[in-house]
């Protein structure tokens, strides 16, 4: 089992940038994949983007390539969401999911159920 604490969160004008931290509890954090969500208001969540055990794969939405960058170390036991080139539509909380190694599926990374772990979120604010 794992517990997340998302950090880092903010209001940033347009163009600004933020980086993002979830920190795990636990001593198998390696063992787990991870993804990062986003939800605006009244607007499902989104998947962002994700990063495997071992950090060799990394997945990102389109609306974020080239502007968003995860990545982890499991010796802290982190894994870090650094935005930038933010814009008003990046608006939204954001938040760390965690599932197992063995339960990890690339081809359904996107969807929110993949994960059973979950932090409890950070607010993200652009302002135009």
């Known amino acids: 089992q794992v517990q997340l604490v998302e950090s880092g969160g903010g209001l940033v004008q347009a163009g600004g940038s933020l980086r993002l931290s979830c920190a795990a509890s636990?001593?198998?954090?390696?063992?787990?994949?991870m993804g990062w969500f986003r939800q605006a208001p009244g607007k499902e969540r989104e998947f962002v983007g994700a990063i495997n055990w071992d950090g060799g794969r990394l997945y990102y939405v389109e609306s974020v390539k080239g502007r968003f960058t995860i990545s982890r170390d499991n010796a802290k036991n982190t894994v870090s969401l650094q935005m930038n080139s933010l814009k008003p539509e990046d608006t939204a909380v954001y938040y760390c999911?965690?599932?197992?190694?063995?339960?990890?599926?690339?081809?359904?990374?996107?969807?929110?159920?993949?994960?059973?772990?979950w932090g409890q979120g950070t607010q993200v604010t652009v302002s135009s």
């Open positions: 636990g001593r198998t954090f390696s063992s787990y994949s």
């Open positions: 999911a965690a599932v197992e190694r063995g339960r990890w599926l690339p081809a359904l990374m996107y969807k929110s159920t993949s994960y059973n772990y």
